[in-house]
C-alpha cells in the first residue's frame, strides 16, 4: 500500500514536470507542484487509500447495553478524533474507540464500525492520547504483560508506558444477566532498548539507581505522589531523567 502511495506521488509529479530536462523550475511552476502533490496525495487517501488501507478489517458488533454501561474502552464508549498509523500509512482525522478489553482499534466511517487489524495497525493516538502495538518475544520485551497496545506516556532516550487491561466478567444477579469488568495497570521504562516493569516505588528507583538521589529530591521538591497519581509522578520524574542524564 505504502508503494502505491510513493507511485501515486511519482506520477503526478512526472506529469507535472513537463519542461526539457535542462530547465529551473520557475517560482510559478514550483507552487504548482507543490499543488499538485498535495492533491494527489489527498486524494489517494480519501479514495484508494481508505478502500485498500483502512477498510479491510472486520465490521465490529460490540457489546450488550449493559457491557458499554461498565466502559470497556479506554476513555469513553463514544467515537473521537484521532489518527492510526495502518500498513505504513498515517491517516489523520478518523474517528476511532479503543477496546481495552479486546485488545483492539475500532474505527468509524460512514456506515460502518470496523475493527482494524492488528497486525497492520502500528501505532494511534486519540486526543492527546498516543499508542505504540508492541511485541513480547525476547530478552528485551519479555517484561510486558502480553503482545499489544502500549499507552506511550514518554518518549525519549528513556521512555515510559503504561498499560491498562480489562476483563469482562458475567453473573446472574436478581435473575438477570449482569456484568463486571476487573481493570489492572501495567508501567514499564524503556531503557537502553529493554523493558523493565515498574512494580513499586522503590522498584522503580531500582531501574534508575544511577540518578536515584537526584529523583527523590525532584520528587520532594516538585511535591509529587507516586500513590496519589502515578501517571502524573511517573511521566514528570522519566522526563527528569532524561534532561540529567543527556
Known sequence: MLALRILCLFTITTICITRPVHAQL????????????KNALTFYDQNIGEQSGKFNGSQNIGYPQGVIEKNPYFNTPNFSKG???YDQVLYENVNLVYDEAADLVVLQDSSHKIELITEK???????????????????NTN????????????DNKTSLYTKETKKIAEK???????????????????????????????????ILKD???????????????????KNYTLSNVVEYYNLITK
Open 26 to 37: 520557475s517560482s510559478k511552476d514550483s507552487i504548482l507542484l507543490k499543488s499538485s502533490v
Open 83 to 85: 489518527y492510526i498509523v
Open 121 to 139: 495497525l502500528e501505532a494511534f493516538g486519540i486526543g492527546d492520547n498516543h499508542f505504540r502495538y508492541l511485541i513480547k518475544k525476547d530478552v
Open 143 to 154: 517484561a510486558l504483560v502480553n503482545t499489544g497496545y502500549y499507552q506511550i506516556l514518554v
Open 172 to 206: 446472574i444477579q436478581s435473575n438477570e444477566l449482569a456484568y463486571t469488568i476487573g481493570t489492572s495497570n501495567y508501567y514499564y521504562i524503556k531503557k537502553d532498548g529493554r523493558f523493565y516493569e515498574i512494580q513499586s516505588k522503590k522498584g522503580f528507583f531500582k
Open 211 to 229: 540518578k536515584e538521589k537526584d529523583l527523590k529530591h525532584y520528587i520532594k521538591t516538585q511535591h509529587l505522589n507516586y500513590r496519589k497519581d
